[in-house]
């Protein structure tokens, strides 16, 4: 072993390979790659060398070793690197290796005790706090009280339209409107009654444990999979319109009832169902405000109160504009029928983005017709833009290329219609060059040339950059100060951009009505 000369360069030292470490056991086998590691950290610090040093120039001198471990406690139970048969240790190698497996000994006593003591410390109890289904389990007090409902009638049970059983389901947190839903769903014989016992099993093993959302979800759902679809929901609205005192005039026209029911169930689909798969999560019901709404029947006779899924003023606006573009009246739209759509507003690109189906899959079953389900996502998307719903709808429509952003080309793409038809009509056309800066400085998007869903939903002119693509009626609206003053002057209502028009339209058409009478 030759001395390191002072002042020469320190080499960096690295642990043996494993290939060169002796046969042993396991544990052993990693206890010697440990010591190795430890060992190559302490060579490197700079007092170590310094401590090498010394003790190879005692070794010279033929002097004992007067130098100590810079790191004597850090390495205390491990020991010294070993010296080697020149370095006067008094200990043989055999002493020195003894002396390291007392040493790893004490190091694995130690480490032992120590586990042990971690293992014996209670750990505190963590409660559940996570409830996919709902809120915190519901104890057995809950089930007293609603089992109270069934003492007056003692074995007879409860029918559907008794006064207990409506009781019952609100204390379910639920609607009245579910109380003949919840009735069959338990009465699955056909008895016409529920027994006390038999409302407690169906409790405890559907609806115990569960928050309103989840209970309406498991009551009304009748479908495979974990979804509810738009048959799920038929059962509720049939009943709806067959008991609501807002809507017992639509009792002798059975084909508009069906047509409620359909406009109901696609509005219901269009504000709550984000996937665009026409299918409803129950985390997508509980963001809703269905089941708001669904409550509020039970105490509002007016259903045209309820403006977001139940009114029958803006079902009456919808089905009547379908009609007026529906000329053969056979329930389906050709492209030439939505092309007549608000004076024909839209581009010819845009319509057919809408029958290609690219963006959005149709539901009508008609290959290139839109039924009145796939109209009413349309219509309510084209009167108010500003919506989650309506900017996702467009969205889809507009990105071609489907890569989750609308690029410069995507945007020029549309626009060469709508300057083409400012020319045709002698409107003074806006420049592609000078209308993209001005799109891009009202989205501000995140990234620089690409406008994504959430710079759309982010800026608030999602209306304007659309309506720029591809609805030139509204879009040289957009440029009218006036207009603009008047639409901030609106907005201050609270009442959204679709309910304003619906409530205009349905006042005009009952006004023309009354006239031709």
């Given at each position: ?6 002042g ?10 494993p ?19 430890h ?51 008094a ?18 006593t130690?480490?032992?005790s120590v ?20 809120s915190?389990?519901e ?9 109270a409902?069934?003492r ?5 049970g ?15 947190d ?10 069959s ?11 006390r016992?038999?409302?407690?099993a ?6 115990a444990?569960?928050?309103a959302?989840?209970?309406f ?5 009748r ?27 639509l ?17 219901v ?7 665009w798969?026409r ?5 997508h019901l509980r ?10 029947l039970?105490?509002e006779?007016d ?7 139940f009114?029958y003023?803006?079902?009456?606006v919808?089905?009547?504009k379908?009609?007026e573009?529906d ?26 983005r ?13 290959k ?15 009167q108010?833009?500003?919506?989650a ?5 467009w969205?889809?429509?507009?990105d071609?290329?489907?890569d ?12 060469e219609?709508q ?13 592609f ?11 501000r998007?995140?990234?620089?040339a ?9 800026c ?20 009218h ?5 008047l639409?901030?002057?609106?907005e ?15 006042a ?7 006239d031709m009478?």
């Open positions: 072993m030759q001395a390191l000369e002072r020469a360069a320190r080499p960096r030292f690295v642990a043996a390979p290939e060169q470490i002796e046969c042993r056991i396991p544990y052993q086998i990693e206890i010697a790659r440990k010591l190795d590691e060992f190559t950290v302490w060579l490197n610090f700079e007092s170590s060398h310094v401590f090498v040093d010394a003790v190879l120039a005692d070794a010279a001198r033929g002097e004992a070793a007067s130098a100590t471990s810079p790191h004597p406690k850090k390495h205390e139970g491990v020991g010294t690197p070993p010296r080697g048969p020149r370095g006067g240790s200990d043989s190698p055999f002493q020195s290796a003894r002396s390291q497996r007392r040493g790893l000994s004490s190091s694995l130690q480490s032992m586990n042990s003591m971690v293992s014996s410390v209670e750990r505190p109890h963590i409660p559940k706090f996570y409830f996919p289904d709902g915190l389990p104890g057995e007090e809950i089930l007293h009280e609603l089992s409902h069934f007056d009638v003692g074995s007879r409860l029918k559907v339209n008794d006064p207990q059983w409506i009781a019952v389901v609100h204390d379910l639920l609607s009245a409107q579910v109380a003949p839903l919840l009735f769903a338990i009465d699955t014989a056909g008895s016409g009654v529920v027994s016992d038999e409302f407690i169906y409790w405890r093993t559907t609806l444990g569960r928050d959302a989840a209970k979800f498991a009551v009304v759902k479908s495979p999979g974990p979804h509810l679809v738009a048959d799920d929901l038929v059962p509720l609205l049939r009943h709806i319109v067959r008991t609501h005192p807002g809507l017992d005039f009792g002798s026209t059975p084909e508009f009832q069906a047509r409620y029911i359909e406009s109901v169930i696609a509005r689909f269009y504000y709550a169902d984000r996937s798969a299918r409803l999560s129950l985390q963001s809703s405000t269905f089941l708001e709404e669904l409550a509020a039970d105490r006779a259903t045209n109160v309820l403006t977001t899924f009114a003023d803006h079902f009456y919808l089905y009547c379908f009609w573009l000329t053969d009246h056979d329930l389906l739209l050709s492209r030439e029928d939505l092309a007549k759509h608000d004076s024909y507003a839209l581009t010819p690109r845009i319509i057919a809408i029958f290609d189906q690219s963006g959005i899959k149709l539901r009508s079953g008609v290139n017709r839109l039924g009145f389900e796939d109209f009413i996502f349309f219509f309510l998307s084209e108010d833009k500003s919506t719903s309506a900017i996702e709808y969205f889809r429509l507009v071609v290329d489907g989750g952003a609308v690029s410069i080309y995507e945007i020029e793409y549309f626009y219609e300057a083409a038809r400012m020319d045709t009509f002698l409107i003074e056309v806006i420049f060059d000078d209308l993209l800066c001005q799109l891009l400085d009202v989205v998007p995140a990234t620089p690409r406008i994504t869903l959430a710079d759309l939903k982010r608030q002119h999602a209306p304007f950059f659309f309506d720029a693509l591809f609805n030139l009626s509204k879009f040289l609206t957009h440029e100060k006036e207009r603009a003053q639409r901030r002057a609106l201050a209502e609270d009442r959204t951009e679709w309910e304003r028009y619906a409530r205009v339209e349905y005009r058409m009952c006004a023309e009505e009354s009478r």
